[in-house]
């Protein structure tokens, strides 16, 4: 081990965060203040999820970050490394390896069970910020349930686009009361929250965590005549040809030639060395040569 | 017939200052009610205490609610108190963009109250807000416009729609003419006049423009300095004035 207390942060701070947690696991979807503290990483780099993995985790635990989907990015690297030194955890790349995931705006493809705690970073909980700017009135409004203002803004995306058009941080109601950001996940993911793990929400610089419990009921907003539609590009995987999971387009050429790949690194891999092959994928074993 | 709104005794203080001082009322069903007085004699407050905007220091605010009949509003939880907010009351303010959402369209603006109360249907969001909109003289191509780009008489009748599509049956309203000009106020007061009797609405306005109340205001009350000095039918009051306050304020119009 090295001389940083385990997992960096000091007991009595992580005390104050699993108090935090716990209370946000009792009541799913409320947004529980709490104390951030100062991380050796820049605000907005996953100080929130950091701390709240740091409160969670143990010495057997076995660690996994994603950003984006992908676990070789620098955010996931660093994260990952920062653990390994403060912890000295087993990491891993592979979810269902994993009993700690940290993510950055993604939910993994492969399904989640009950030994797991999947942790967001969370830039800005309050789905109503950018409709109500004063944070005293956003926690009347919480506490009221008073939730017009959130269709509104869904209004507004079908009276200007014809479409519910958000396409991340979907807001979603949890178990009839409070209304939540899932993080700046796509609103593909969104069916996904309800699931058997536990999830942890961590907003480092607004100070804020929030959970939802394993099977929580959580939906997402919409109108009758425009129900929600968790969208995908329309295409397969150009490497492993998944069409069930959630791609990212890339533009390979100058010409503007499109690539639409799996985000999930772990999944496409998994599924590469499965002998899966998309239409520009190389059999593995020739990629590895 | 009992009454819809039944006030007793309000008053408000601000600190050792007077905002209102026992004023006691009766409002009902289908009656306009007029408040006029001069600037700082308490009007606004009193307005703001009825409609649940500042706790008043003492007294009562009965309101007949259609569930349960008469409730005091004051002691209500904040959450009843805002859900009459968005059924049965209504308020208009002076400034359009106090009661208006800027940054949001027309139809949104409309919608919210709709929504607030538990309307999920786009198509019958966005109906209704296009006949409430035709209904104050806004055509139906503005509906996805944000109220900035309206000129200040439509975003006071954006606002009257947007408080009265849910049907209230007491609304509030803050000199809704002030700042406007003549031709336009005549034009809004035409509407609300319409309005008012074709909804079969109450409604209390605050104003400190005489004419208003003559064509509005059943009934009218002189407020100065925190306190009622004169109640009556309107024409009574302002053709044969009986406070002195009153015969200043009727005497103080500038005749054309």
Not at chain 2, 241 to 248: G, R, T
Request: charged content about 25%; glycine content about 8%; some cysteine.
């Amino acid at each position: 081990m090295t001389d940083y207390n385990f997992a960096y942060l000091d007991e009595q701070t992580k005390r104050m965060i699993r108090r935090a947690i716990l209370k946000g696991l009792a009541i799913p979807g409320y947004q529980v203040p709490f104390a951030s503290r100062e991380m050796p990483m820049p605000y907005g780099w996953g100080t929130g999820g950091v701390q709240v993995s740091a409160a969670v985790m143990t010495a057997d635990d076995v660690f996994k970050v994603i950003d984006q989907g992908a676990d070789d990015t620098t955010n996931a690297v660093s994260i990952r490394r920062f653990f390994e030194r403060t912890a000295g955890v087993e990491t891993t790349e592979a979810t269902g390896d994993a009993t700690v995931i940290q993510t950055r705006h993604r939910i993994p493809e492969e399904p989640l069970n009950d030994d797991q705690i999947l942790v967001y970073q969370v830039p800005i909980p309050e789905p109503l910020r950018f409709l109500e700017p004063s944070e005293v009135e956003t926690r009347k409004m919480h506490a009221l349930e008073d939730y017009g203002l959130m269709h509104v803004k869904l209004y507004e995306d079908i009276s200007a686009h014809g479409a519910i058009s958000t396409a991340y941080a979907y807001p979603v109601e949890v178990e009839g009361r409070y209304v939540m950001d899932p993080s700046p996940i796509p609103k593909f993911d969104n069916p996904k929250l309800t699931m058997s793990a536990i999830q942890l929400f961590g907003a480092g610089r607004e100070q804020r965590i929030y959970a939802l419990p394993p099977y929580t009921r959580v939906v997402s907003l919409d109108f009758e005549d425009y129900p929600f539609e968790a969208s995908k590009a329309e295409h397969a995987c150009a490497l492993c040809g998944a069409t069930d999971s959630y791609l990212d387009e890339l533009i390979v050429d100058d010409a503007g030639t499109r690539m639409f790949m799996c985000s999930d690194t772990d999944y496409c891999q998994s599924r590469r060395a499965a002998g899966h092959v998309g239409a520009q994928g190389t059999p593995v074993k020739e990629d590895a040569a | 017939m009992t009454p819809l709104l039944q006030v007793d005794g309000l008053s408000k203080f601000y600190g050792q200052r007077i905002g209102c001082a026992d004023v006691s009322f009766d409002l009902y069903p289908g009656e306009v009610m007029g408040i006029v007085g001069e600037s700082g004699s308490g009007k606004s407050t009193l307005l703001n205490c009825l409609a649940g905007h500042l706790p008043p220091d003492a007294g009562r605010v009965m309101f007949d609610t259609r569930a349960e009949g008469m409730r005091d509003t004051v002691t209500m939880s904040e959450p009843e108190r805002r859900m009459l907010g968005r059924t049965d009351w209504a308020f208009v303010h002076q400034h359009a963009r106090d009661g208006l959402r800027m940054n949001v369209s027309a139809g949104g603006n409309v919608g919210e109250r709709l929504m607030a109360v538990g309307a999920r249907h786009y198509g019958d969001i966005r109906s209704q807000a296009i006949d409430w909109l035709g209904r104050v003289e806004i055509a139906e191509d503005r509906i996805d416009d944000r109220p900035r780009q309206f000129s200040g008489g439509m975003q006071q009748r954006l606002q009257i729609a947007r408080n009265l599509v849910t049907g209230p049956r007491l609304v509030f309203m803050d000199e809704p003419t002030g700042g406007l000009d003549v031709s336009v106020q005549a034009r809004l007061l035409d509407l609300l006049r319409g309005l008012v009797r074709e909804m079969g609405l109450s409604a209390i306005i605050v104003t400190h423009d005489l004419a208003v109340v003559r064509l509005l205001a059943d009934r009218l009350m002189v407020m100065k300095d925190g306190h009622v000095v004169e109640t009556g039918l309107t024409d009574q009051v302002l053709d044969d004035p009986q406070h002195a306050y009153s015969q200043l304020l009727v005497s103080s119009v500038l005749q054309v």
